[in-house]
């Protein structure tokens, strides 16, 4: 039974293509250690970045599978006004509407299949983004119900730079814990402090998470505090 899965997005630019350094190869070998069913996409432009999000969206229920938790990661360079995909630049509004019209497709009722059921969880993986607007383009798409559900996790980097080698272990570690939070439950949210905590403390990165409220209709945001080890 699989623990997890995890569609990986990522996109190098042509110079980290050379020199192999990236997440891809050593989190998909890691992550299928852990259980997880992992797919990876090498990612060149924004018209790939839009055609892999369709393909994801595509993705359906089974009962056999139960709720387990798909995982979108997207693994490249940005700022705190969009990610670099190739020589294109993608704002955090221009990704917002990309994960709209995904969630749209992933949870509509058709003859086909089954609407997905367990979380779905964003991770972004690149330098600067901790002061991304994602969460706010979304929150809003909700509001004018062009959105039947946010994702219930944004995973970002808290650091501005962020080491490669790092990011790998950083991620490693999350998805070796994944399994065991349900990230549908508000009052597991402890368990995702902790996991950010033990990231941090080892050194790899400090995470900042916005957790969806469905109550308050609102992202809520944490990051690992490293003076008393609790987010």
Known sequence: MS???IFLLESPNALDLLDGTGESTSLSQVCR???HDIASFLIRDQQELN???MYISSVGWRKERGNLPIFIHISTHGNDDGLAIGTDFVSWEQLSTLVIETFRNIYDYDLEREPYQGPIILV???CGTNGMKLTEY???AYQDNELEWPPEYIFVFEDTEI???NAVVAWTMFYKEAPNINFLDSGDRA???ELLNRISGAGYGNLRYFRWDRDRH???TRVPNLSTGHA
């Open 3 to 5: 623990s997890g899965r």
């Open 33 to 35: 250690l852990f259980g």
């Open 51 to 53: 055609q892999t999000f």
């Open 124 to 126: 972004v993986s690149a």
């Open 138 to 140: 979304l929150r809003a």
């Open 163 to 165: 080491e490669w080698q």
């Open 191 to 193: 368990s995702v402090q």
């Open 218 to 220: 609102h992202y809520r």
